[in-house]
């Protein structure tokens, strides 16, 4: 592993942290999730929940997990049999991969991908093969004819990740249907992570790929608490899928972690019955934010890709005279005074991507407002 060395977060939060700038890099909010979740956090610590829950989660989440499935989605999954919890949705992916992959397999996934993909896929020792998502009038998205051209017959799996991280793309039902149609005639299992499934904005709703024809049974459906109720650190995560999925993916998460924090799984469970009002609020104020940071860097002289999703503005540097994000981001502190990431990080082959830097905008109208100013500088 290292060749893996330190992750693109650590190393750009350790840097605001040393400059003492704006830190728009690592995606976490800087305000907290809704009041009654978090008391029911301190009311479980308070109230005896403070030794190891069952393996696959405490069972009230997993019964609000499948609810919460059967309301948004329309889809049945047993919550005894049929949901897993995990530590975040980090483990669910690593554990998927592992459970599922044999070495010398090949994991399809789209770049630029979140950095835990290729660490898992190599945990494995499988093969991740990348398929380029690239700005398509101002959206990222991917040739249907090389997404088929990846397949071969070591394929086993596809990971797809809508809402997107990085490029804040939200997956139409036309696009998943391209990967569920492959999934089906190759027999391939999708790995959806669907981490910021409520963090969608301008009307556009996230599909689950589950729901598409066919694709429940072959479908391992992933999501996590810390973005859709702002409590990034809780690492609280779940697996939905057919059993004998779930039953693999479990064989590997019991020997990883065992379980996951007893209290928190009750809070999110509370959070998942009540709080979803409160996420309806938290999705328009970040469509306002995100408008607000886009205006701030387009004023800057960035050339900004509008997303329908996630925490994330995409930016194109070039405009401003630069071309290397990853120079551009380790100097952005002396510069502005402000963190980024370099979007390169995320791609097998960072040339791709050379030339995009991300800015997170889950952080309050002042930060943004400041760091808008202060990236003023740069032109
Ligand atoms: N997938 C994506 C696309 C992410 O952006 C993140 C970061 N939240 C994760 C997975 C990890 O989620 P968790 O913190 O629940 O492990
Ligand atoms: N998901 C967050 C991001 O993309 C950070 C997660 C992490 O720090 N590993 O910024």
């Known amino acids: 592993m290292r060749a893996f060395g330190t992750t693109i977060f650590a190393e750009m939060s350790a840097l605001a942290a040393q400059t003492g700038s ?8 800087d305000t907290d999730g809704p009041a009654g979740m978090l008391d029911r956090a301190v009311q479980a610590i308070g109230s005896g929940a403070n ?8 069972p009230e989440l997993r019964r609000a997990v499948a609810e919460h499935r059967a309301d948004h989605y329309r889809l049945d999954y047993d919550p005894a049999r049929e949901v897993l919890v995990t530590v975040g949705a980090t483990e669910a992916i690593a554990a998927s991969v592992l459970a599922l992959c044999e070495p010398g397999d090949e994991v399809i996934a789209f770049e630029p991908y979140y950095d835990s993909y290729a660490a898992s896929i190599a945990l494995a020792q499988a093969r991740l093969v990348p398929v380029t998502l690239r700005p398509v009038e101002g959206r990222f998205t991917f040739d249907p004819d090389e997404l088929r051209a990846a397949v071969t017959p070591r ?70 608490a810390g973005k859709t109720f702002s409590v990034t650190g809780w690492k609280t995560g779940w697996v939905c899928a057919p059993a004998p999925l779930v039953t693999a993916v479990q064989t590997v998460k019991q020997f990883l ?53 996630t925490y994330f503005v995409q930016t194109d540097i070039r405009p401003l005279g630069f071309t290397d994000g990853l120079e551009l981001t380790r100097r952005l502190p002396e510069l502005a005074g402000v963190v980024a990431i370099p979007t390169q990080v995320f791609y097998d082959r960072p040339e791709r991507g050379r030339h995009y830097v991300r800015f997170a905008f889950c952080k309050k109208d002042e930060v943004i407002d400041e760091a808008a100013a202060r990236l003023k500088r740069l032109s």
């Open 22 to 29: 704006i830190n728009l890099g690592q995606g976490f909010p």
């Open 51 to 58: 030794q190891y829950p069952p393996g696959p989660g405490v």
């Open 155 to 224: 394929t086993r799996a596809v990971l797809v990740n809508s809402p997107h991280n990085p490029t804040g793309t939200v997956f139409t039902r036309e696009e998943l249907e391209v990967v569920a149609e492959l999934c089906r005639e190759r027999d391939l299992i999708a790995i959806t992570d669907e981490v910021y499934e409520h963090l969608t904005f301008d009307g556009v709703a996230h599909v689950p790929m589950a729901t598409l024809p066919g694709m429940r049974e072959r479908t391992v459906m992933i999501s996590s």
């Open 257 to 309: 972690t065992f379980t996951a924090g007893a209290p928190w799984q009750l809070a999110v469970a509370h959070g998942l019955r009540h709080e979803l009002e409160w996420v309806s609020a938290l999705r328009s104020g970040l469509q306002d934010k995100r408008d607000r940071l886009m205006e701030g860097l387009a004023a800057a002289g960035f050339e900004v890709l509008r997303p329908a999703g």
